[in-house]
């Protein structure tokens, strides 16, 4: 098979993220919507609400061992084929969601189910970001890995704007008992045609050559994931440590800040997803940017800065969020996005570069997974228990204090010598 043109690899490598965070997030939108009424007994709304997003969290506990799974395949076996079976898990996983009746219909089973189904999301998902960015990175000419692997990182953006404008569409074009009932389902079955593009793609691809050439050179491991633990233990802490940030400015803002601002604030649901679409554009901004100045700069000095300013974000949000001003809620939404954006795109090329080609989808991947838990996974429902208890200061230290973290982590990895690219 011919070697496809990098246009070609930076589309396939930003069309599946993109894919699989549109079922990602479309979930994270109903979760905050409508999950908990659909699939938890009646009774308390408030229960309801934080049963909705634990099921969320749930995700984030399988993405790792998705990373772990794939990853072993990715590393032994290729990244091409690896890619586009972890689509085809999240796709069919995000269609049965859709499909799954509710509680009124199956009584217990349909959280029971529900939960092995997200959890499958999970799995999905983690087995796609690392091959995505080595996809990209592994391709790059040098001097350009940061841009690249900025392509992977385009996706979740325009995953999520592509949720919300679905969730803002239903919301518009049908009543609220419409989309309690069924409109909430259209995006998960939606979802099924835009995988089987994305899986097309994926397997028109060639094999990377930096795996290519470990699989000439009898670079490749046996068990990868044995060579990881035993050999990159500090690198895979220190990436999860430093990918937190971006993660839990992503997930406040947008699965905690919508459930707070349509339910605490009274903001009309049209109205807050009208308010997100505003502010991913930061997100969709900071991308390609900060990815630029990785490249010029270096990707240490980015995410530092990045993380610093998200730490003094957290500072601003009783005042912002808790304000009755739209213009300031969604400037803290926008500025929290952009923040995300800039800790964000540099990993693309950061992670990858921290470990050797024969072990590189599974330690990416798991550094990257990982962080999810770190910053993402009881975010939302950590949040909300912090703004019961003290306010929307405590959730802005929270903010800090994560932001603070990931800025230590990647001042720590800065005395690592990066992993060349090549074998």
Not at 78 to 103: D, F, Q, W
Not at 383 to 411: D, E, F, K, P, T
Request: overall charge positive; some cysteine; charged content about 10%.
């Amino acid at each position: 098979m011919s070697t496809p043109s990098l246009s070609r690899i930076a589309f396939a490598s930003f069309i599946g993220t993109a894919i699989e965070f549109y079922d990602f997030y479309i979930y994270a939108m109903a979760a905050a919507l409508v999950i908990g009424e659909v699939f938890f007994p009646p009774g308390d709304p408030a229960a309801q609400s934080l049963n909705a997003l634990l099921t969320f969290g749930l995700a984030f506990i399988a993405r790792p061992l998705g990373a772990i799974l794939f990853g072993h395949f990715g590393d032994k076996v290729g990244r091409k084929s690896t890619l586009a079976t972890s689509l085809l898990v999240m796709g069919v996983s995000t269609l049965l969601i859709g499909m799954l009746p509710g509680y009124h219909t199956m009584g217990v089973w349909a959280p029971v189910l529900l939960c092995v189904l997200r959890f499958a999301q999970g799995l999905g998902l983690g087995g796609e970001w690392g091959g995505a960015a080595l996809l990209a990175t592994e391709y790059a000419p040098a001097g350009k890995r940061g841009w690249y692997g900025m392509f992977p990182q385009l996706g979740p953006s325009v995953g999520f704007l592509l949720a919300t404008l679905t969730f803002l569409g239903l919301t518009l074009g049908l009543t609220d008992a419409q989309f309690r009932h069924w409109g909430w389902r259209v995006p998960f079955i939606a979802s099924a045609g835009l995988v089987m593009i994305g899986w097309y793609v994926r397997f028109k691809l060639a094999e990377t050559p930096a795996f290519s050439a470990a699989v000439h050179q009898q670079h490749i491991h046996r068990w990868p994931l044995q060579a990881l633990l035993s050999q990159h233990g500090r690198s895979i802490v220190l990436g999860a440590l430093a990918m937190g940030v971006c993660y839990h400015l992503f997930y406040t803002a947008t699965v905690f800040c919508l459930n707070y601002g349509t339910h605490a604030l009274h903001i009309a649901r049209p109205q807050f997803l009208g308010m997100l679409c505003v502010a991913v554009i930061g997100m969709a901004i900071a991308t390609p940017w900060s990815a630029w100045l990785s490249d010029r700069h270096g990707r240490t000095p980015v995410l530092l800065v990045g993380g610093l300013l998200a730490a003094g974000l957290g500072f601003f949000m009783d005042d912002m969020m808790g304000s009755e001003s739209v213009f300031r809620i969604t400037l803290f939404l926008f500025l929290s996005l952009f923040l995300m954006g800039v800790t964000f795109s540099p990993m693309g090329a950061f992670l990858p570069e921290q470990f050797p080609v024969a072990v590189r989808y599974s330690g990416a991947g798991l550094s990257y997974q990982l962080g999810g838990i770190l910053g993402a996974s009881f975010a939302p429902p950590v949040a909300q228990y912090l703004s019961i208890q003290g306010g929307l200061s405590w959730v802005g230290g929270y903010m800090s204090g994560m932001a603070l973290l990931s800025v230590g982590a990647v001042w720590l990895m800065r005395s690592q010598r990066p992993q060349p690219q090549q074998v």
